[in-house]
Structure formats: C-alpha cells, structure tokens
C-alpha cells in the first residue's frame, strides 16, 4: 500500500531533549515536507526536500532539522525542544510532477513538550 | 506573497442538508492549482477534490463540487446531501505551479447536526 509513515504517532517529552520524528514514504516520491498544524493557524511548513540531499526551509523553520541522505526518508529533528513546539505534525510527500494532484500525508504525530 | 483565508472558523448544518464552505486567496499567477483537504477526528489529511486555474469547469467529486471563481479568487467548497461522516476540520489549500509549496487556509471546522 503506498503510504507515509510517520513515527511516533504521540510522543510527550522534556524541554531540552533531543528527540526525532521519522518520515518515510514507499511511493519513491522526490518531494517530501513537513508542517505543523496549531489551533487557529491551520498548516505552516517547516522544512521541504526536493530530492536526496537538497532541503530548504518552510515558514517556519527556527528550532528544527532535516536530513535528506535517502529519498524514502525524510526525519525532523528537533534538538533542544521547548513548550511552543507543542504541536500536531505531519510529514507529506509527492512526485515530482504529482504535486498537482495534491499531497499523501502521514497520520501525524502529536507531540507535548513539558 | 500568497495567501488563503478560509473566513468560517465553525460551520454546522443539518444531516441531508446542503453547505457551502467559503475560501478566498491572494495571487498573481495565473497558473495555479487549488484543493479542499478533510482532516477528520483520526486527524489523517484526506484530498477531497482539486482544481485546475485554467479550467473553467467546476470540478466535481460525488457530493462534494467547487465554485471556482478565478477573477474573484474565490474557490467555496459544496457539499450536497450532508452525512454524518463528514464532521471534520476542511483546510483550503493553494499551489502555484512554479513552486513547490502548497498554502493552507486556517481551516473551518464543519458540525453535522442529526
């Protein structure tokens, strides 16, 4: 089944503790991103890729990582976590030429940070 | 820079009834595609239906149709004979054909009332 696969689905964790969402889709998708979504502000784009090793920021990138060393997969790290990245997160991915057709989105990861 | 406003926070209609969701959006292209994402209570980003700048055609899913009005940039999203299924947050969304970022709206939280 083509899908994106976000992990974990919730994770609750301290300020300050390196933590890191994993993305990966099996579609060979060259274009994958990363939003946030808040209460009130909709999806704001963090990080995107359009293929292996080439990544640039969203709208919204301060405090956040990304790597691109395969094309399958695509993490968001964050290294020092602090209570206003508290969120709802999705990873989402196309094809090139697919993202006309909109994108396939993974099932989100609700993250706290304490 | 481009935006799109979804005017609606919370909408509620009755089951069998018809509703119209209304979005609006900020441009100087002319070569851009537009799409209505559902994200029900599981929170999984759903395509509902997309649309094409340069086709004048309303595009059409089953019960859900658009109102595309290019010169007003307004694209509303109908949807006929309301079931209980489609309680769920819609997101508006926007992408430039030149670029690779899709623009969401802030969503409007839609109640089917039995």
């Known amino acids: 089944e083509a899908q994106v696969t976000q992990n974990p689905r919730y994770l609750i964790t301290v300020t300050g503790k390196k933590l890191t969402v994993t993305c990966s889709q099996n579609?060979?998708?060259?274009?994958m991103s990363w939003y946030r979504q808040d209460p009130g502000l909709g999806l704001r784009q963090i990080y995107y890729?359009?293929?292996?090793?080439?990544?640039d920021k969203g709208d919204v990138p301060e405090g956040y990582k990304v790597s691109r060393k395969e094309k399958r997969n695509f993490p968001l790290i964050l290294e020092s976590p602090s209570p206003n990245q508290t969120s709802l997160y999705f990873c989402?991915?196309?094809?090139?030429?697919?993202?006309?057709?909109?994108?396939?989105f993974g099932s989100g990861t609700r993250l706290t940070v304490v | 820079a481009q935006t799109v406003t979804q005017s609606q926070p919370e909408m509620s209609v009755q089951e069998a009834e018809t509703v119209t969701l209304s979005c609006t959006y900020d441009?100087?292209?002319?070569?851009?595609?537009l799409f209505w994402y559902k994200q029900p209570p599981s929170r999984q980003m759903i395509l509902v239906i997309r649309?094409?700048?340069?086709?004048?055609q309303n595009a059409t899913e089953n019960r859900f149709s658009v109102n595309f009005q290019k010169a007003a940039k307004s694209f509303s999203l109908k949807i006929s004979d309301s079931q209980l299924g489609d309680a769920a947050m819609y997101f508006c969304?926007?992408?430039?054909?030149?670029?690779?970022?899709?623009?969401f709206g802030k969503g409007t939280r839609l109640h089917i009332l039995p």
């Open positions: 989402a991915s196309s094809s090139a030429r697919g993202r006309v057709y909109g994108y396939t």
């Open positions: 579609m060979n998708h060259e274009y």
């Open positions: 890729s359009m293929n292996v090793e080439v990544t």
């Open positions: 441009t100087s292209e002319s070569d851009y595609y």
């Open positions: 649309q094409e700048a340069y086709k004048q």
């Open positions: 969304a926007y992408l430039m054909n030149r670029d690779d970022k899709i623009i």
